[in-house]
Structure formats: C-alpha cells, structure tokens
C-alpha cells in the first residue's frame, strides 16, 4: 500500500483572497519502506537541532518559518531558511518516496477551488496508482490511503465518497470529440486521515514542499531575494515526472 501525505499552500477562496493560487502538494511513500522514511526523517531532525537548535518537538511550518516565527525568532532568519534548503536536500536524497503538486489558478474561476483542485489530486493518484508508476520494491498491485491536513475534512470525505460512486472525467480535447469517462476511484482505499502537522514530521516535510512549489508562482520578496524560489525544483528524482505532460511534477489547472 502506498501512503499519500497531502498539505496546501494559499487557500481556496476566491474572493478578497490573498492568494492567486491554491496549491495541494503530495509526499507519497510505500508502507514497506514507511518505518525506514521516518527513522532517517527522525536522524535528519536530530541534526537539525544540533546545527541550528530546532528542537525536537518544533513545528516546521513554511509560512510562519520566514514571516512569523513565533518562539522560533531566536533562530536567524537566514538560518530559517536554511533549514527549509535542508528539508528540501534531504527529501531528494530519499530513493523511495514520490512527490508532485497541483497547482489551480483561482483566475477567472467561478467552480469550487477545493473540490477541483482535490478532485484533480485524487485522480492522479489513482492513475499512478493503477499504472503502477510509483517507485515500490514490488510490482503487484498497489492500493492508496490519503493521510492529509484536517482543514475542511468532512468535505474532503463526502468528495472521495461520491467520486467512487461517480468521477466524471473529460476526455482530452486531442483525442476525443468532447465527451467524459466515468472513472470510478478504486485504487484509493477508505476515507482520509486526518493529521495535525505539528504532530506529523512527515507533514512538515510536504508543507515545506508545497511552500516551495507556490514560490515559483507567488514568490515571497525575501525568498526571491535569497535566490530561494526555485528549491522546488532541487527535488530532483523524486519529483513524479508522469503526473503531467509539463514533466515537472506539477499539474496546473
């Protein structure tokens, strides 16, 4: 079974929003290989806190991490971001974990943000799922569990419910004259669980991937300015290629 970690970045409003963009961005890993993840993410935090005194039960949440700091101020800015390069560094070095990104341009769009940007990140994880492209030491056949941030879950439930009974898919405009599919979900077993981030190391991780994948489309002043903006890209291998036709990991709507 593969374990889907889900954070967002910017929110789903559209209007007075402060964001243009609403990002959900995925850390997906086999349970195989779940346990070993977790021990090199705990060895990782623990020389964290040795180099830049993160302690161990600190949240590592992007946002906050460069603007509002919270008792974390006692770490320097710089040293701030820093940390988040190193998230980033480890992340890429993990052989067996998978990431990718959806990304919804709230212009001009008058359906609900949420279902489609969540509809689109269910989608092409049952299509991975399905077609077999996540890295796994097995090649059988794989089911997926979500494991996401609480914010609007019951929503999030009834979606994934109705999309198993009923997942209208449009064909692609260069293949078929107009039309849907009705790809019922399959591959993703049970209803999501939900999890606090501060809780979560795993959680922090995807928030810091997330955060990164919105500074290549809203890109903070500070990070611009430390040529921190596209760290997203520093994933590297682990970023799924087949996720979209951009082959960058990112499917943008």
């Known amino acids: 079974m593969f374990l889907m970690y889900v954070d967002e970045s910017g929110d789903s409003g559209i209007f007075n929003s402060p964001t243009r963009y609403f990002i959900l961005s995925a850390i997906i890993i086999h349970e195989s290989v ?3 993840f977790l021990e090199n993410l705990i060895t990782f935090r623990r020389a964290l806190k ?3 005194d993160l302690k161990m039960n600190d949240e590592i949440h992007a946002k906050d991490f460069i603007n509002s700091p919270g008792e974390l101020v006692r770490i320097k800015r710089n040293e701030r971001v ?3 390069k190193k998230c980033i560094h480890f992340l890429s070095g993990q052989e067996y974990i998978n990431t990718f990104s959806i990304v919804v341009d709230k212009t001009n769009k008058s359906e609900d943000v949420f279902e489609l940007t969540w509809e689109t990140m269910i989608n092409r994880f049952e299509n991975t799922l399905k077609n077999k492209n996540f890295p796994s030491p097995f090649r059988h056949e794989e089911k997926g569990l979500i494991l996401s941030d609480n914010t609007d879950g019951e929503k999030l439930i009834k979606l ?5 009974r009923f997942n209208p898919v449009p064909n692609r405009a260069d293949l078929y004259d107009g039309g849907f599919r009705d790809l019922k979900v399959e591959y993703i077993i049970e209803d999501p669980v939900f999890r606090d981030s501060a809780r979560s ?3 922090q991780m995807t928030d810091v991937v997330a955060y990164f994948c919105r500074q290549k489309f809203e890109p903070n002043a500070y990070l611009k300015k430390k040529g921190a903006v596209n760290y997203y890209d520093n994933l590297g291998n682990i970023l ?6 951009s082959g960058d990991g990112i499917v943008r709507r």
């Open 50 to 52: 040795t180099a830049k």
């Open 160 to 164: 994934l419910r109705r999309m198993r």
């Open 201 to 203: 190391y795993i959680h």
């Open 82 to 84: 820093d940390i988040l």
């Open 34 to 36: 779940w346990r070993v």
């Open 240 to 245: 799924n290629t087949k996720v979209s036709r």
